[in-house]
């Protein structure tokens, strides 16, 4: 694990113990939702809330795709009535073991990194004010007439948060970016997760850990569905190197900033941004 995330800032995650009927269980509720009419969709779009039900628009500085999809918190759950009552139930339950999942992946790293405290990452996530998130992304087919064409479902970016946890329906699209600017294809497994550092995750461990640049292109013929759990620290938490890590001579690279201070210049900015430039020493 830690030499995938020293390389290439991400890795598939396999022998997970996650049900097979918890993930299968969720994406069938999820796919009844997206095949729903427009108008009912949006019903689960709350006026000036992130959260919610959204098609095409990616956040507020004129990025969009090819996706519509569902952004959830923990609490945005009590909000969100418009959802069937087994959906809802589904979604707690997923990230309920989504959140486990990142805190037994972070502490896995932890050991290989030599940190003293094995849950030196993991208490940040697993803190019960983590501001972690959820995502389900709906990919439409490709029409015929678009075959062939470079469609872009979600622009490339990285992520702020620790670490995400994604899965995916058995259709392509998910690439990431390697050291050398080229975009190589994941194939799809249902089966099996995926972990991407995120920017945090980066400055905790002054850059040995690198943040995934990753995007989704539109070119399947069959719908693709994929869920990312978003593991993320408290808003007042400090996000800077951490001391049990660095060697005795090092400098931390980064400014110390808190997770909210991080996340308003993430909302500030474009999906492919370099965020973390603003904090760069």
Known sequence: MVKACQDYGFF????????????????????????????????????????????SRIGSNGDVGRVEYLLLSPNS????????????????????????????VLEVMAEGLGIG????????????????????????????????????????HTDPQIISVLRSNNESGLQICLNDGSWVSIPPDPTSFFINVGDSLQVMTNRRFKSVKHRVLAESKQSR???????????????????????????SLYKEFTWLEYKNAAYKSRLADNRLSLFEK
Do not use: T, W
């Open 12 to 55: 598939k995650l396999i022998n997970h113990g996650v049900s097979f009927d918890l993930i299968s269980n969720l994406e069938n509720h999820a796919l009844n939702f997206f095949n729903h009419p427009q108008s009912l969709k949006h019903m689960a779009a709350p006026p000036h809330d992130p959260f919610g039900y959204g098609s």
């Open 77 to 104: 759950l009590l909000i969100l009535h418009q959802l069937p009552v087994l959906f809802r139930c589904a979604l707690e339950e997923y990230m309920v073991a989504m959140k486990k999942m990142c805190c037994e």
């Open 117 to 156: 405290e094995r849950n030196a990452l993991s208490r940040v996530v697993g803190d019960e004010r983590s501001d972690s998130c959820f995502r389900l992304n709906h990919y439409p087919p490709v029409a015929a007439e678009e075959d062939g064409k470079m469609l872009i479902g979600f622009g490339e």
């Open 225 to 251: 569905m994929s869920m990312i759990y978003f593991g993320g620290a408290a808003l007042s938490e400090k996000i800077a190197p951490l001391k049990s890590l660095m060697s005795k001579d090092e400098e």
